[in-house]
C-alpha cells in the first residue's frame, strides 16, 4: 500500500505556490509505543502556512525542504499503540499533506463528534478558524453592547466568525475586506452592518472615520501594517487589538512603520498576539458554545471544499491570494 | 490674601524649562456649590507633566499658556460647599501649582489618611505613583515567581516600587537605568536582582540577554523606543508589556521603528497602555495593599522634597533630566 504525500520541494521566494511543491510515493508508517496510524480525511488550508515555508525564526520549527507539508487535519484512527485511542475514533490533528501518517500525543489535537456537524467544521466553525475567533473576539476583545467592532479579512474563515462573535454580544461590526462581493457576502450573509472593499478605497482612514462615528472599541487584526494603523488612529479609549495574523508582512522581513506606544498610553489601548494552537487543549469546551450558536442559528459559515490531495497546494496559493471564500478544506478520502 | 500661583507662560520647544513658567500673585478663589477651597500642602511632580504643556492631542486638555500648571497634590479642605467634605479634611486631588485652589468632583480624587504614613507618601508610594505600579505590574504584568522581569526606569519613583511588587511575586528583577549610583540604589535599597546602567551599554539588547538568560516575562516600560525594541527581543512566549509612559518620544511628534505586530504574534505577547488616572477611584482599596506592604518592611521608597512653590518648575526639569532620585514632591505648606 502506498501512502501518496506533497512534500515542500523549494522555499518560496515570496508566497507559496504549486510549483513550490512535488507529488511523491512513501510509505505507509508504523506506529510506536504511544502513537496511532490515521488515515487522513481532510486537510485544513490556512494562511498560516505561509509562515511555516519559510527559514526564518516562527512560532514553529519550518518545514524542512523535502518534507511532507504541515498541515492540520481530520484523521480516522486505523491502528492505535495510544492508551487513549482506538481504531475508529474521528481527531484533529497535524496529519500534514499526505494520505498516512503517524501521530504522537503531541499531534492528537482534540477529538471530533461527528454527530455534531459536517466533518469539515471540525476544521473551520468548530475547529481551528471558530477557536481562533472565539479567543481572538470573545477573550481578548471581549465587545460589549454598542461598542464598534472592526474586523480585517471579514469574509475569510476566521473573520466572519469573529465578526458574528461581536455581533452576537451586541456589538456593531464593520468589516474590511478585498472586494465588493465579499462586503456583500459580510453584510448579507454574516450580517455585519458595514463593510470596506480596502482596494476601491483610497484612503482607508477616512472610510474607517465614516463607518464608525463612534471610534472602534475592538479591532480583530489579521493584517498588520498599513491597515492596523489606519484602525489604531481611530482607536477608543480602552481599545482592544487581538492580533491573529500579519498577512501584510513579509515573512523573515521586518517592517518599520509609524511607533504604536505612544498612542497604546494615551488611548489605554492592548495590542495582543495570540495563535489557536495555544488553545487546543480547550478545543472541546469552546467549539461547544460555538456548536450551540451554530445550531440555534446564530452563527452562519462558508466553506469552499477542495477534492483531492493534489488540489493542496492549488488551495494554499487561493487563500493567500484571497481568492477563496470561507474555510478551504482539502477532502482526502471519505470517512465511511 | 495673596494665591501665590505658577503660570505656564509658554509652550516648552523641548522640554519645559523653569523659564517657560511665571510666578504671579493671584486672588483666592471662592468655591460654588458642589466645590471646596482647598490649601495646597503638596505638589507631586510628575514626567507626565512633559505631555500636559505641548500643544498636541493627549489623554488630557493641553494646559493653556498664562494658565496656572496642572498639579496633582495634597491639599487641606479651607472651606466645603460640597456635602461630602468637611474643612480640615485632607485630600488628593489637582490643586494645580497655587497655593489655593476651588476644586469641583472631578479634582477631588481621594481622601488620606494622615496616621497612615507622611503625608508626601500619598503621592508617592501609597498615592500616584504606587498606583501606577500597582495597576501596570500587578493587574497587566502579572508576574509569577521565577519568572524574569525588566523595569525600565528602576531607580524612579515608579518602577522602584514596580520592582519591588515583582519581588514581592517571587520574580527575578532585572532594572534598566541611567547610572551606576542608580544601579547602585536599585540593587541596595529595592532589591532588584540585576541593573543594567544603559548610557554605559553600547548594546542593550545583548546586555539584556546577559541579564535575561531565560528571556524576559513582563517588561514594564516608561521610555518606548528603542529600549522597548530591544527589550522585545527577548521576551518569551506569553510576555505582558504594560505601557505606563514614553519618555523617549518627543511630543507631538510620530517616531517610525520596527513594527511590533508579527513579534506581539510569534511571541503571543501583550502591551497595554494604562493610566493611573483611570484607577482614582480604587485609590483606596490600592494603596491599602500596598500600605501593608510598606508597613511590613517589604516595599521601600525613596523622596525627594523641594521647599516652597517657587521650587516646582526646577523640580520638574530635575525630574525629566533623570537628576532627581525617587518620588519629587513640593513642599508648599505644613499641614499643621
Given at each position: 500500500m502506498h501512502n501518496r504525500q506533497i512534500v515542500l520541494s523549494r522555499r518560496p521566494e515570496r508566497l507559496p505556490e504549486p510549483s513550490d511543491f512535488e507529488l511523491r510515493a512513501g510509505e505507509v508508517p508504523s506506529p510506536s509505543d504511544g502513537e496511532v496510524l490515521v488515515k487522513t480525511l481532510q486537510l485544513s488550508i490556512d494562511p498560516a502556512m505561509r509562515g511555516w515555508v519559510v527559514d526564518t525564526p516562527n512560532y514553529m520549527e519550518p518545514v524542512p525542504v523535502g518534507s511532507v507539508m504541515r498541515s492540520f487535519g481530520v484523521a480516522r484512527v486505523?491502528?492505535?499503540?495510544?492508551?487513549d485511542y482506538a481504531a475508529g475514533d474521528l481527531v484533529v490533528g497535524a496529519p500534514g499533506w499526505q494520505e498516512w501518517a503517524v501521530l504522537g500525543e503531541s499531534e492528537l489535537y482534540w477529538r471530533v463528534a461527528p454527530e455534531q456537524a459536517p466533518l469539515s467544521a471540525a476544521l473551520g466553525v468548530l475547529g481551528i478558524t471558530g477557536l481562533t475567533a472565539y479567543v481572538g473576539m470573545v477573550e481578548i476583545g471581549r465587545p460589549r453592547a454598542g461598542e464598534t467592532v472592526v474586523v480585517s479579512t471579514a469574509a475569510g474563515a476566521v473573520g466572519s466568525v469573529a465578526g458574528q462573535l461581536a455581533a452576537i454580544a451586541g456589538a456593531r461590526v464593520v468589516g474590511i475586506t478585498g472586494s465588493d462581493a465579499k462586503c456583500r457576502i459580510c453584510l448579507?450573509?454574516?450580517?455585519?452592518d458595514a463593510c470596506l472593499n480596502y482596494r476601491d478605497t483610497p484612503d482607508l482612514g477616512a472610510a474607517i472615520a465614516e463607518a464608525c462615528p463612534d471610534g472602534v472599541d475592538v479591532y480583530f487584526d489579521s493584517v498588520g501594517g498599513a491597515m492596523l494603523d489606519a484602525v489604531l488612529e481611530h482607536a477608543n479609549i480602552g481599545a482592544r487589538i487581538p492580533i491573529c495574523g500579519t498577512i501584510s508582512q513579509l515573512p523573515g522581513h521586518q517592517a518599520t512603520g509609524p511607533r504604536v506606544e505612544r498612542r497604546l498610553l494615551v488611548q489605554r489601548a492592548l495590542m495582543h498576539g495570540f495563535l489557536a494552537t495555544d488553545h487546543f487543549h480547550r478545543a472541546e469546551e469552546l467549539t461547544g458554545r460555538l456548536a450551540e450558536w451554530l445550531d440555534a442559528g446564530r452563527l452562519r459559515h462558508r466553506e469552499q471544499i477542495y477534492d483531492a490531495l493534489a488540489s493542496a497546494p492549488e488551495a494554499l496559493a487561493d487563500v493567500l491570494a484571497g481568492r477563496n471564500l470561507g474555510k478551504a478544506v482539502v477532502r482526502v478520502a471519505e470517512p465511511g
Open positions: 486505523e491502528r492505535s499503540r495510544h492508551p448579507d450573509d454574516f450580517g455585519f
